[in-house]
Each structure stands twice: as C-alpha cells, then as structure tokens.
C-alpha cells in the first residue's frame, strides 16, 4: 500500500527538493545541463576509487523501504548522525521515506535537480542519485558551480567515524554491485576500413575490459555517410573533419561493426571542449589501437579505424543511432486509416527496406488532408509517447505539426505532417492524394506530383542537394499541366530555371 503524504511530510519533501535550487542562489550558479546518471556517478571515483559512499548508504536504505534488506536504515541514521549531529538521523531518515512514498505515489519530479562542482563532483542531491540509480532514472537535471567543492565520503570516512567491519563490508559490497549495474558499456565503432580485421580489435579490447553484443551492419555509401554524420552529431568535432573522414572511408564497402564495450573503471576526466566527462580509458584505448591497426589501412586518415564513446550519456545516442527502435511499420498501420503518402522517400540516404529501417537524423514527410490534419497528428503523438527511452517535442503549426524524437537534444527521428505545401496552391495536397499510389508497406504521391513537389522544396532550400538530383534523375516526371494549375510560375520561366539547373 502506498502511504499518504500529509500536509507536515510534503512540506519536508519541499525543504529537501529546495535545497539545491537554494545553493544554487546562493552560489549563483553557472550552467544546468542534462546529464546522464551514470556519467555523474562515475564522476565521483576519483583514481579508480568512490568517494561517495555516501550514495551507497542512501541506495541501502531505499533497499530496506522496499522490503530488500533489514539493515539499510540503521546505517542510514548512524551516516546522518556522524555528518551532522547526535539524534539527526531519525529526523533525516523521515524526510527520507517521505520522498521515497512522494517517488512511489506519484513518481519522479522531472523538474527537481542535483548540485555538482565544476569538476561534477557531488555537493547536493545524493539522495536523488540513489534514488535515480535505484529505479533506473536515464538522466538527471544538474546544476554546476562555477567552484570547487569537493565532498569527502571516502570508505576512509567510515572507518573514522565508528562504523564497524561488518558495516563497512556491507558498504563496500553494495558499492561494488552499483558500480557493476552503473557500468553499462560504451558504444564502440569499427569504420569500414578496419572492417576487415574487426576480430583482432574485439580481442585486443579485451586487455582494456569487456567487450560484446558484437553487431555487423551494411548500408548503401549514402546511407552510411548518414549514419557516421549521425554518430558524430554528438561529439564536438568540425563538420569538415567528418566530411575528410567521409573521403578516406570511401573504400572498402560501406560496413561497420559495433560493440558494447565494458571498461572494468572508465577512469572519467572533463574534456575541455565540452565541459562533459570523457574516459581516459577509452582514449587510451583508441590510442593504442589506432596506433597498432594503421599501417593496415591504406591511405591512412586520422579516426578512420574506431570510435569510442567519450561517455553513457554519449553511448546512450550511438546506440540508438544503430538501433532507433522506432516501429515505422506500426505507424504506417495508424496512418493507413487516414487519407495520406509519404514524400521524398526516394532519397539517397533511405534505406533500401524501408519502412523495416528508417533514415535515423531525418523526416518521415507525411501529407494527409486538412479534415484529418489533428486525427492524425494527435494519433502518431499518442504514439511517439510511447518510445520513452527519447525526449518528444512537438512543434505545431498552421498546417501541420512536427513531431521530433530526440535523444540527448539530438534528432533520432521526425514526423513532418503537412495538409499545405508552401509554394504550391491550397489544393495541391488534396488533389494529389486522389492520385497517391501503393509502393510495398506505403502509400506515396505520383510520379508528377512528387517531381512538383521535390521541385518547390528545392527552391525554397537550395542547399537539400539530393532534390536537385532527384529533379535531374526525373526530368521525365515533369508535366507543365499540373505545373500551370498548382503554381504560378509559367512554363517559359520554369524552361529557364531548369537550363540554369541543367535539368
């Protein structure tokens, strides 16, 4: 049974949730991130050891609220009294089991925060940390001071502090099991190039820790250059950087291989560029075999054997740029009870048995009739809703919605409903529909009104390079009927504009 919170317990839960936002007042913080939970745990070992037991303590006691152990409190209270005084620890440990039955009552406040130094150590929210870590809380809102605080609850501080051996071997135990369960593996990436030898790397990562989930994946040249771009759009690197890469991975064929890769400690540093953690670890390991493997790549480019993660939260992304987990076909089944297509499926970047796969990083252009626009944006967001592991936000509009799938504030995934197409008459949209036609899983515009319509997206972004060749691969699309009844350029100024395109 679930306890209710009265009025004198919520005001506690209030004091607690408040105290972060009040040193961060105080302090006049710097900046609020999202941060991944794992990453901020591991940031409080410092030479491979925690130094915030403390954690552990809280996450026993929440074990010992649920029924998990009998002991959990008990060395709560003497931790609380030792921090602060004599008699403290019956007082915290009530405010703690409110803000557990405030958790299991109502759930997780997604608005409260933790307090960390400018080195991401710990200076508030241990217990949020426990709790987050307990019930598999992803992220976690942090607020970072522009100071160094650091915060000693070494397993030194319990031996000074009259905890006994038997409580100390509790402590070490359970810490050791959460830094097992917090591990939980970087995304490693093997490029093309070094495809062919991936099994000597998967050894060698095995003097650096563990490695497995082993995943091989082929794409068509275009859509590996928009899984590597997608890959890279969380780290800190040069789009030019990406793109000379691109050039030296050209050959062999467009494959990489992923694994899950375990580091026994991953041994966090803050790199300068971003102010996130970084493994050192994971750069000795990336070192060392790119230096090993490169006289085995011809035409040697810097980075162009194997990426490593910098971080979980960083991880969390390359995983699902791999695996999105977005079920395409299920959304083309609410979509089949409206009057829809698709458009600009015929992309480079597509995979070739889409719907099973999608195009991480980009669109699904969906074009429904104006009636059905809220149907169905209301339908695919109930939908959407459903992939928890990603941050959904929608963006309406007059005639249409965008509804996008993020992960760590980068796109996975978007759904681009239109019932209007800027550029073209009111009635395009309808007026195509009635001419829609069945391709495989999906209904798609015809021929001439998807050249009209990659036409119009052309003009209004002359940068989407790939309308601009689909326009030239499909010159045979053309019709200057529907082009005279849908927009007002005249077939002279459109002869004109399609020489300077050397359509």
Not at 147 to 166: A, E, L
Not at 189 to 198: G, K, L, R
Not at 473 to 484: S, T
Request: hydrophobic share 35%; aromatic share 12%; with cysteine.
């Amino acid at each position: 049974m679930l306890h209710k919170v009265g009025n004198g317990v919520k005001k506690a839960i209030r004091k607690v949730c408040a105290k972060a936002a009040n040193i961060a007042e105080k302090e006049r913080l710097g900046r609020r991130e999202v941060m991944s939970v794992r990453d901020v745990f591991f940031m409080q070992f410092e030479k491979q050891e925690l130094k915030r037991y403390d954690i552990v303590v809280r996450y026993l006691a929440i074990e010992h609220y649920l029924g998990e152990n009998d002991f959990g409190f008990d060395l709560y209270r003497k931790m609380q009294n030792a921090r602060v005084h004599a008699g403290y620890g019956t007082d915290a440990e009530r405010q703690f089991r409110a803000l557990l039955d405030s958790y299991r009552e109502k759930g997780y406040d997604s608005g409260s925060t933790i307090v960390v130094d400018k080195n991401l150590s710990l200076v508030d929210g241990s217990h949020r940390m426990a709790l987050h870590l307990y019930f598999g809380i992803e992220d976690v809102s942090v607020v970072i001071m522009p100071v160094r605080k650091p915060v000693d609850y070494s397993i030194d501080w319990f031996f000074q502090n009259g905890f006994t051996n038997g409580e100390i071997d509790r402590i070490l135990a359970k810490g050791r099991e959460l830094t097992e369960k917090a591990n939980t593996g970087f995304s490693c990436v093997i490029w093309s190039p070094a495809a062919a030898f991936s099994d000597e790397i998967i050894g060698d990562l095995s003097y650096f820790g563990r490695a497995d989930g082993v995943k091989r994946y082929a794409f068509s040249p275009e859509e590996y250059c928009n899984v590597v771009k997608a890959i890279y759009a969380a780290d800190d690197i040069a789009d030019w950087k990406i793109q000379a890469k691109l050039e030296h991975m050209r050959q062999p064929a467009p494959e990489l291989v992923a694994v899950r890769f375990y580091p026994d400690v991953p041994d966090f540093r803050l790199k300068d560029a971003t102010g996130m953690p970084l493994s050192r670890l994971g750069e000795r390991v990336k070192k060392s075999l790119r230096t090993r493997y490169r006289g085995q790549v011809e035409d040697y480019f810097f980075d162009v054997i194997m990426h490593i993660a910098d971080n979980f939260g960083q991880s969390d992304y390359m995983f699902r740029v791999l695996e999105p987990g977005i079920d395409m076909p299920e959304i083309l089944c609410i979509l089949s009870r409206y009057t829809y297509a698709l458009t600009k499926t015929d992309s480079p970047y597509y995979p070739a048995d889409f719907p099973r796969h999608i195009p991480v990083g980009k669109d699904a252009d969906i074009l429904c009739l104006p009636a059905e626009l809220r149907q169905v944006v209301e339908e695919l967001k109930q939908q959407a809703k459903k992939y928890t592991a990603y941050e959904m936000h929608v963006l309406e509009e007059e005639n249409g919605a965008r509804i996008r799938l993020e992960k760590k504030g980068h796109l996975i995934y978007q759904l681009d409903v239109s019932c209007r197409v800027e550029g073209l008459t009111d009635d395009f949209v309808e007026e195509a529909l009635k001419h829609r036609e069945q391709h495989g899983a999906y209904m798609r515009l015809s021929a001439p009104y998807e050249y009209l319509y990659r036409m119009v997206s052309y003009k209004k972004n002359p940068m989407k390079a790939q309308h601009l060749e689909y326009l030239r691969n499909h010159r045979a699309d053309y019709n200057p009927e529907i082009l005279k009844k849908y927009t007002s350029l005249s077939q002279k100024a459109y002869e004109k504009w399609a020489q300077e395109k050397n359509l």
